[in-house]
């Protein structure tokens, strides 16, 4: 399907003026023979042939021989273009001319030693005259020069002595070191013509569009055709390196500069394509007329270009979700109506303290895994869960509180280090229970009188050490052992009161995407919500997949409102399309009628069944309270790291020992159950036994007292 829009896409490109060879008038300086004056200056090189004497000066023996001397030399010109590339150049020239002349020579003085006299010459003269040359472009703008030089010298002078250079003693007949002087005197028959041959080469810099201002860089040399004085083998030839400057008498009149412009008018045929192909534009045939405004100082060229492009344009997906909720029993079958029963019990339990504070390896770092507050008022023990590793992830602000409420409470702190991965470090152990005394006084005001740090001796191993040969062996190991003077520092957290979550029936939901979309689709997300609460959530790219998910008890406390959960699928696809399906399962919850009180008792090292003194403080103030004629269950746990029967016959003897404390101390008459033995599954609170702490709660006996509900 094509649908025509008009769209204007104006889009005016402005060009610069031009500044080379683009002008409205046709006069160029290519179409005049240009007609120049200017003036040149030189540095100049002299180079003297030479070898002579001066007829009004003699000296003894050998004559002067040839020199160099810089000089300048500054000419005035006039030239003129026969052809583009062949003009005549007239140039009136001024150079000065000096030259220093030197000549030793031996000779015998007084007893016939031999001596050595210098003899120097020093002329000056001026040329005054003219240059007639030819100069060719060869390649523009390089020119070669060649032509003749005339003139005169005039000025001519010239000055001379000879001097006694050695011995460094004595003097010539007239008594000096110096004869034969003379200072200015003329110069005799200097030649009154004076010719040279010129040949050099130049560089054309024109300053100006119209070449009224030319620059030319350019390099002379001059050969002597005769000599300087008549009769005397002397001539002067010369080098000259500079620049001359002409300006054009004819020059054709600044050109106009030219403006270009250019401007689109763009129409667009829409073309509907897949919508997973890719957007393109495919150019029409231009048009363009061209419109010229002259001006005095400006011509403006505008180039109205008009064309037709093509615009494929990918179609918006449409896309749809679907999702269907089914249960899965115990025996795998699904079922497609279902409503999700949750059963529920009023719980009051006391959450054990765990006095242990675990570390990473090779840390003195306190874990992220408690939680540190930066003031002590940001902590509220009742806003915290009623789990016992919810209270473990708090054990330092507990014992913060307490501390601080008990003025004549202490504390002692045992830093240890696993003796494999650790080799028992007493240094490492020491610092990670600083650590733990640092938190304390700085955020809690603990005085540091009131905790004490024990040091080991040799060896900060754990007195008992967990010996299993892995990482969550040596992860035990690494702690800082918590021991007071006041057990009511470790005792359990206060009772409270909560509706906890026995069972959930299914164990487990299928969520299947069918009837989704099964094109376009770039990622999805799936999210079951109990009211506010989110229940779990998952997300994948590519197409939604058929989701499976457990409901362990720790999910069915979420639902225990009893409010249905929403469903909801929400996938996203190319183009940024997007839809979202959504179901509802019904939630029924059931409150049992018995109500439990609860006591965990998390103060069993590795594989023992021995009963500390906290414990045993913790069992006789449980009892006290039991009503006559109540049923009480003691429920042994071991974590399932180890070899299951020897799990379940610790877990046995550790409720044996319980339920013989609790005899110790029971004054009434109660039903007490000390067979109920639970090897294959969490404690209460428990969700994995993936942190040391975990697995050390998990060694636990549980007493529950089970009482009508009121």
């Known amino acids: 399907?094509?649908?025509?829009?008009?769209?204007?896409?104006?889009?005016?490109?402005?060009?610069?003026?031009?500044?080379?060879?683009?002008?409205?008038?046709?006069?160029?300086?290519?179409?005049?023979?240009?007609?120049?004056?200017?003036?040149?200056?030189?540095?100049?090189?002299?180079?003297?042939?030479?070898?002579?004497?001066?007829?009004?000066?003699?000296?003894?023996?050998?004559?002067?021989?040839?020199?160099?001397?810089?000089?300048?030399?500054?000419?005035?010109?006039?030239?003129?273009?026969?052809?583009?590339?062949v003009r005549l150049n007239i140039r009136g020239s001024y150079v000065p001319m000096a030259g220093t002349f030197t000549q030793d020579q031996s000779i015998f003085v007084t007893g016939a030693i031999r001596g050595l006299t210098r003899s120097t010459l020093e002329t000056s003269m001026t040329f005054v005259g003219g240059e007639i040359l030819a100069d060719v472009r060869v390649a523009d703008p390089i020119r070669l020069m060649a032509g003749v030089t005339i003139g005169t010298l005039s000025g001519a002078t010239f000055s001379?002595?000879?001097?006694?250079?050695?011995?460094?003693?004595?003097?010539?007949?007239?008594?000096?070191?110096?004869r034969n002087e003379s200072r200015g005197v003329a110069l005799q028959n200097v030649s009154t013509s004076h010719m040279g041959a010129t040949f050099g080469v130049g560089?054309?810099?024109?300053?100006?569009?119209?070449?009224?201002?030319?620059?030319?860089?350019?390099?002379?040399?001059?050969?002597?055709?005769?000599?300087?004085?008549?009769?005397?083998?002397?001539?002067?030839?010369?080098?000259?390196?500079?620049?001359?400057?002409?300006?054009?008498?004819?020059?054709?009149?600044?050109?106009t500069p030219v403006e270009r412009r250019r401007e689109e008018i763009v129409d667009s045929l829409i073309v509907r394509i897949a919508p997973d192909a890719e957007e393109y534009r495919t150019k029409g045939q231009e048009r363009i007329v061209l419109d010229t405004v002259v001006d005095a100082d400006l011509v403006v060229i505008t180039e109205r270009v008009s064309r037709i492009d093509t615009v494929y344009i990918p179609e918006p997906p449409v896309i749809n979700a679907a999702i269907r909720a089914r249960a899965i029993d115990e025996k795998g079958a699904l079922q497609d109506v279902f409503t999700i029963n949750v059963?529920?019990?009023?719980?009051?339990?006391?959450?054990?303290?765990?006095?242990?504070?675990?570390?990473?390896?090779?840390?003195?770092?306190?874990?992220?895994?408690?939680?540190?507050?930066?003031?002590?008022?940001?902590?509220?023990?009742?806003?915290?869960?009623p789990r016992t590793t919810s209270v473990h992830r708090e054990i330092l602000n507990i014992l913060g509180e307490r501390l601080k409420l008990s003025p004549a409470m202490t504390i002692q702190l045992r830093g240890t280090a696993d003796p494999t991965t650790e080799n028992a470090d007493c240094n490492l152990a020491r610092s990670r229970a600083v650590a733990v005394k640092d938190y304390l006084t700085r955020v809690w005001g603990i005085e540091d009188a009131r905790i004490t740090i024990t040091a080991g001796?040799?060896?900060?191993?754990?007195?008992?050490?967990?010996?299993?040969?892995?990482?969550?062996?040596?992860?035990?190991n690494r702690r800082v052992e918590i021991s007071s003077n006041d057990l009511a520092l470790l005792a359990s957290v206060a009772k409270r009161r909560f509706n906890e979550a026995r069972t959930v029936n299914p164990p487990r939901l299928q969520f299947d995407?069918?009837?989704?979309?099964?094109?376009?689709?770039?990622?999805?997300?799936?999210?079951?919500?109990?009211?506010?609460?989110?229940?779990?959530?998952?997300?994948?790219?590519?197409l939604p997949e058929v989701v499976t998910q457990d409901l362990p008890l720790t999910t069915a406390e979420l639902m225990t409102s009893?409010?249905?959960?929403?469903?909801?699928?929400?996938?996203?696809?190319?183009?940024?399309?997007?839809?979202?399906?959504t179901t509802k399962i019904n939630v029924r919850k059931d409150t049992a009628n018995i109500e439990l009180e609860r006591l965990t008792l998390t103060l069993f090292e590795v594989a023992s069944d021995e009963i500390s003194a906290i414990a045993e403080e913790q069992i006789k103030s449980f009892v006290e309270n039991v009503p006559a004629g109540s049923t009480v269950v003691v429920r042994g746990f071991a974590d399932m790291l180890g070899n299951a029967e020897f799990n379940k016959k610790l877990s046995q003897k550790r409720a044996e020992?319980?339920?013989?404390?609790?005899?110790?101390?029971?004054?009434?008459?109660?039903?007490?159950?000390?067979?109920?033995?639970?090897?294959?599954?969490?404690?209460?609170?428990?969700?994995?036994?993936?942190?040391?702490?975990?697995?050390?709660?998990?060694?636990?006996?549980?007493?529950?007292?089970?009482?009508?509900?009121?």
């Not at 025509?4 to 610069?16: F, K």
């Not at 083998?233 to 054709?252: D, K």
């Not at 942190?691 to 998990?698: A, W």
Request: with cysteine; net charge positive; aromatic share 8%.
């Open 562 to 581: 009893g409010m249905p959960v929403d469903v909801e699928l929400k996938v996203k696809g190319i183009r940024r399309s997007s839809a979202e399906a």
């Open 457 to 476: 001796a040799g060896s900060c191993a754990p007195d008992r050490v967990t010996r299993r040969m892995s990482e969550e062996g040596y992860a035990e």
């Open 513 to 542: 995407p069918a009837g989704t979309s099964t094109k376009f689709i770039t990622d999805w997300t799936l999210e079951a919500r109990s009211g506010q609460t989110q229940l779990f959530s998952k997300s994948g790219k590519g």
């Open 160 to 178: 001379q002595r000879e001097d006694l250079i050695q011995p460094g003693t004595g003097t010539f007949e007239n008594g000096r070191r110096t």
């Open 343 to 385: 059963t529920t019990q009023y719980v009051t339990e006391a959450l054990p303290i765990l006095p242990a504070i675990f570390f990473d390896g090779q840390s003195i770092t306190i874990s992220p895994r408690y939680r540190q507050v930066s003031k002590s008022s940001e902590f509220d023990l009742p806003s915290v869960p």
């Open 203 to 255: 560089y054309d810099i024109p300053m100006t569009e119209n070449h009224s201002v030319v620059v030319t860089p350019e390099f002379l040399y001059t050969a002597a055709l005769g000599d300087n004085i008549s009769g005397v083998s002397w001539r002067t030839n010369m080098v000259r390196l500079g620049a001359s400057i002409a300006f054009s008498l004819n020059a054709p009149q600044p050109p």
């Open 1 to 85: 399907m094509t649908k025509r829009i008009s769209a204007l896409l104006l889009a005016v490109l402005l060009a610069t003026p031009v500044l080379t060879a683009q002008w409205w008038k046709v006069t160029l300086p290519e179409d005049v023979w240009l007609t120049q004056v200017g003036i040149t200056a030189h540095g100049a090189y002299l180079m003297h042939d030479a070898r002579f004497s001066l007829p009004q000066a003699p000296m003894c023996c050998e004559p002067y021989q040839s020199s160099t001397a810089g000089s300048m030399s500054v000419s005035a010109f006039v030239r003129q273009e026969i052809t583009k590339h």
């Open 657 to 710: 020992s319980v339920c013989a404390t609790i005899r110790k101390h029971l004054r009434k008459r109660v039903d007490l159950q000390c067979n109920d033995i639970a090897t294959d599954r969490f404690p209460p609170g428990i969700e994995s036994y993936n942190t040391p702490e975990e697995r050390f709660l998990s060694r636990t006996v549980q007493i529950e007292v089970k009482k009508s509900r009121k």
